[in-house]
């Protein structure tokens, strides 16, 4: 056993980055211990202190199973077995947060031939596109585990398409609503055709781990690493960009009125419609619209200016939001609506900017 796991340790060592993480990182997939699966989880400690990682985990319906500590002393290497996450056997997945900078990184092998070993590279943000080239089914076993840690209710389309894009099929799957994670065995709803390329669509954001194995002798052969991420919101980046181009050209990002309104649970909706005056890019003055008074200017900070909403735009096309909803103006670029979504399944978690009456201010 210190062999082979010492065994497994080079291997990642020597051949495979790990990952620098200070926030909470979830592990899709812990396999049962009576699986064909087996995971082992490495933390590397690069620091000259000492760091704390708590794990917390779950069973497939998201019910918290316990939270344990694991220090990490400084400069060392420690390989968990996955099994020491499996006190009832039932865990499912699990969190791992730790105090401060840490490397990780994850193995799946083959339970009964241990030296089968693969790397698995997604311990990453969640998404709501994966892409990746079909195996042949009638040779290689492949699945997909999601987990939506918010929600629960995962629902995907399913999209096949030949190499030069022709498409095969294209259909939504009705799945469980009350489990946070879902094992998709890919073959169920597949035509066989390697090669193909298969995209799946997440109407949230899930975390997904990739898993692929032989079907003669079980998982002799594990690769996961063939499973990549698509940029939701590339579109979304791209007119963004050009929006603030024209609004950068218009001539009158200095000094502007315009009114802005909010529809959310945050401080600007108090004040809010306002009519505001920006000069030389900063806020010089507002007024209540209901009651045509001046706002006090220790209220300004709650305010937005145009450059401060596309801001929050980027940041949200950068962020975890489950809908964004982007609208500009078509001559001068700045936006008139931003709606963002952080959570399908939330109720009151959203909001809403419009930008109205903008005009060049003397």
């Not at 469980?176 to 073959?187: F, I, N």
């Not at 802005?260 to 009519?275: G, H, I, K, Q």
């Not at 006090?296 to 909403?309: A, K, Q, S, Y």
């Not at 001068?332 to 609506?337: E, K, N, R, S």
């Amino acid at each position: 056993m210190v062999v082979r796991r010492l065994w497994i340790l080079l291997l990642l060592l020597g051949s495979f980055p790990t990952l620098a993480v200070d926030d909470p990182i979830m592990i899709t997939h812990i396999p049962h211990p009576s699986g064909a699966f087996r995971a082992d989880i490495l933390l590397e400690n690069r620091a000259s202190e000492s760091r704390l990682l708590e794990m917390t985990v779950y069973d497939a319906l998201g019910a918290d199973l316990g939270t344990t500590t694991q220090m990490v002393p400084a400069n060392q290497v420690l390989l968990l077995d996955s099994a020491s996450l499996h006190e009832n056997g039932t865990a499912a997945y699990a969190v791992l947060t730790p105090d401060a900078p840490l490397e990780m990184g994850i193995t799946y092998s083959n339970a009964a031939t241990p030296n089968a070993v693969a790397y698995q590279p997604a311990l990453s943000r969640p998404a709501k596109i994966w892409r990746f080239n079909q195996a042949d089914a009638a040779q290689l076993f492949e699945g997909l585990v999601f987990v939506n840690p918010e929600c629960g209710a995962i629902n995907l389309t399913l999209h096949q398409t030949q190499r030069d894009g022709t498409p095969i099929l294209s259909e939504p799957l009705a799945l469980e609503e009350t489990s946070k994670k879902l094992v998709l065995v890919l073959s169920t709803y597949l035509d066989n055709h390697p090669g193909s390329v298969i995209t799946i669509e997440s109407s949230d954001l899930l975390y997904a781990t990739a898993l692929r194995g032989d079907h003669n002798g079980g998982t002799q052969f594990l690769g996961t690493n063939h499973l990549r991420t698509l940029d939701p919101w590339q579109e979304a980046r791209e007119r963004m960009v050009k929006s603030r181009a024209r609004w950068q050209a218009s001539g009158l990002t200095d000094s502007y009125t315009y009114v802005l309104d909010a529809t959310c649970s945050c401080p600007e909706a108090a004040v809010l419609p306002a009519r505001i005056a920006v000069r030389y890019g900063q806020i010089v003055s507002a007024t209540d619209m209901s009651t045509g008074e001046a706002l006090d200017p220790r209220t300004f900070g709650d305010l937005l200016t145009v450059d401060d909403v596309f801001n929050r735009a980027a940041a949200a096309l950068d962020g975890s939001y489950t809908d964004i909803l982007l609208e500009y103006d078509d001559d001068l670029g700045y936006p008139t609506l931003i709606g963002l979504n952080p959570k399908r399944c939330l109720i009151d978690d959203e909001t809403n900017y419009t930008i109205s009456e903008l005009e060049g201010l003397r």
